[in-house]
């Protein structure tokens, strides 16, 4: 089992920049495909960006496409989303999320454990 605690969030303006953290427990995170997921208010979770257990093979979403950038690192335990050129849609609680088995997914229902999330406000 694994638990993540996502940090990093906060209020931004429209233009900013922010990265938020993902610290993971446990010695197996290395073989857990990873993701980032957002819930704005009044809408469903939806996929951001996904990242394989090297951290060689990631996938974005179109919306973030260009702007946002997952990665891992596995020395430490930790996913990254940096995110440049926020919007006030990107405005969300964001999620970050962890699969055991199958590999990467941009499928909220395939991943297997969940942090709490870490609100991003954007202004416009």
């Known amino acids: 089992q694994v638990q993540l605690v996502e940090s990093g969030g906060g209020l931004v303006q429209a233009g900013g920049s922010l990265r938020l953290s993902c610290a993971a427990s446990?010695?197996?995170?290395?073989?857990?495909?990873l993701g980032w997921f957002r819930q704005a208010p009044g809408k469903e979770r939806e996929f951001v960006a996904s990242?394989?257990?090297?951290?060689?093979?990631?996938y974005s979403s179109d919306s973030v496409k260009g702007r946002f950038t997952i990665s891992r690192d596995n020395a430490k335990n930790t996913l990254y989303l940096q995110m440049y050129s926020l919007k006030p849609e990107d405005t969300a609680v964001y999620y970050c999320?962890?699969?055991?088995?199958?590999?990467?997914?941009?499928?909220?229902?395939?991943?297997?454990?969940w942090g709490k999330g870490t609100l991003v406000t954007v202004s416009s």
């Open positions: 999320a962890a699969r055991r088995t199958g590999g990467i997914s941009w499928r909220p229902e395939a991943m297997d454990y």
């Open positions: 446990g010695r197996t995170f290395t073989t857990y495909a």
């Open positions: 990242i394989g257990l090297g951290g060689g093979v990631t």
